[in-house]
């Protein structure tokens, strides 16, 4: 739609954008927002084993467990994982562009570990690489009658205004929020999952009750990750260091499970990695690793961010478990230790974006930074910046552990809108300037939008005075939001 004032040309998104700006103006001079919404809880407990959503698959052998990621550093390879769990199988996937016709193959690895006195399944990962931008993929795992297909769609190529939808889920569980939570994104458009860490809940039971809660998180997921990728950091739950059951490796059973294309990005520990989607530069860290001045991650972050092209992919992400900026007394100033070391390279990069979880309950921050504390003089609190990022916070999957529900009073002033209640998140990437960020509330079981705000790209908005856009980019002045 094309609206004429006054012999000038006004796209109906122009307009729309113009009203957002008007209404941002407005709300400058008030504080952030704690929602009043009281849900009806239902019972936080994990969905008995013998429900249908963990249902095992017919057949001897039959593939169980399928989950993707990328594989690649640019979109063009899938991780393809799985588990079989009678005997290893042939570790091979058949593909192709066409529905039953699967003209190219490939073969990889399949491992299992102890935790306790349980023993994995055999546990597959293979890379399927050399693919095509924007190609629907089908294909097939396992052999004869028990065999199982699938399909996947890869991503736009690497480009600037290559529009892509990311969901963002955290703290999922197995209990029926978690249910909920996983069906209203799989209606949401979502086209990959950014999920910040605490995945299955299994370190929640004991001896080989682990190792099975694990097996049935598997099975749940795969409607959606056998279908798209899942982009994967580790929480705490994660960790499962077990020293009185004699398990003391951290992260062994994640590990073994959830393939990570790390190497990809030269880093050399799956924890910690970066890939490249559509627009979009992702970098995950690891809250539980070291991360203090010279250690693997924080060399290996120091030098990602160097090679990050804003003219290729101009918003600039970040992944992790542990929120840096948090109102909420769960959990409250945990992230300190990684802040103090990152924050600086956080706003001299003008990263858009900060996803956690951790925290159950939903956060948005305006953009602010605290660069200018140290522990002898500086300004102790939070201040507006333009270059900072915002952080976002979505630990609400619905896992049992409940929510948390008790914020400090009053809001700071960094805090944009909070409220716990279930949910998920979209990112909805435009183009190279702008991006809509919405988050959906489980409603008593009806998805809700319930915080959406439009964002202005940090590298392309800093320099709208200084650059000329092409005809097809929307030129705007000054920040929508935040």
């Not at 399949?110 to 994995?120: A, I, P, R």
């Not at 892509?164 to 799989?186: A, C, K, P, R, V």
């Not at 979880?357 to 333009?386: K, L």
Request: include cysteine; aromatic fraction near 16%; glycine fraction near 8%.
């Amino acid at each position: 739609m094309v609206l004429m004032a006054s012999g000038v040309q006004f796209t109906f998104f122009q307009l729309l954008l113009t009203l957002f700006l008007i209404l941002d103006l407005v709300k400058r001079g008030s504080a952030g927002i704690t929602s009043t919404f009281t849900r009806s809880q239902w019972q936080s407990f994990d969905i008995p084993l013998d429900n249908k959503v963990f249902a095992i698959p017919t057949g001897y052998n039959a593939p169980q467990q399928l989950h993707i990621t990328q594989g690649d550093y640019d979109g063009k390879a899938v991780i393809i994982s799985w588990v079989t769990a009678d005997e290893p199988g042939p570790s091979k996937v058949q593909y192709g562009t066409s529905e039953k016709k699967y003209d190219l193959s490939a073969d990889g690895t399949v491992t299992n570990y102890t935790f306790y006195n349980y023993k994995s399944g055999y546990i597959h990962h293979c890379l399927v690489d050399g693919l095509e931008y924007e190609t629907k993929y089908y294909y097939k795992i396992g052999v004869g009658a028990s065999s199982r297909e699938f399909w996947f769609q890869t991503p736009p190529k690497i480009d600037p205004d290559s529009p892509f939808t990311f969901g963002i889920i955290g703290d999922l569980g197995q209990t029926y929020n978690s249910l909920s939570t996983l069906e209203h994104y799989m209606q949401s458009g979502g086209q990959t999952v950014l999920f910040v860490g605490d995945l299955s809940y299994a370190d929640r039971y004991q001896y080989n009750d682990v190792g099975i809660r694990w097996d049935s998180w598997g099975r749940f997921i795969e409607r959606s990750a056998a279908y798209q990728p899942w982009i994967w950091s580790a929480g705490n739950h994660e960790i499962e260091y077990m020293p009185d059951v004699g398990e003391v490796i951290p992260f062994k059973s994640y590990l073994h499970r959830y393939s990570t294309p790390y190497l990809a990005s030269r880093s050399n520990n799956p924890l910690w990695y970066a890939i490249r989607r559509a627009s979009a530069h992702i970098i995950v860290l690891s809250s539980y690793s070291p991360h203090v001045k010279y250690t693997p991650q924080w060399q290996w972050l120091r030098d990602e961010l160097k090679r990050v092209d804003r003219k290729k992919t101009p918003w600039l992400i970040i992944v992790m478990h542990v929120p840096i900026y948090n109102s909420n007394q769960a959990h409250f100033m945990e992230g300190e230790s990684i802040r103090v070391v990152f924050e600086r390279w956080f706003v001299r990069y003008r990263v858009d974006f900060i996803f956690a979880g951790h925290v159950h309950a939903y956060e948005r921050s305006y953009r602010i930074s605290n660069i200018r504390y140290n522990v002898s003089s500086g300004d102790r609190y939070p201040v507006p910046d333009r270059s900072a990022p915002v952080y976002v916070t979505v630990g609400d999957g619905g896992n049992q552990e409940g929510l948390a529900g008790r914020f400090w009073d009053p809001q700071p002033e960094y805090s944009a809108f909070r409220e716990a209640s279930y949910g998920h998140s979209t990112l909805e990437i435009k183009n190279r300037t702008h991006s809509f960020l919405h988050w959906h509330r489980n409603d008593d079981g009806q998805k809700v939008p319930a915080d959406s705000v439009v964002f202005l790209n940090r590298h392309w908005a800093s320099n709208l005075r200084r650059r000329k856009l092409k005809k097809n980019h929307l030129k705007a002045r000054g920040e929508i939001n935040f």
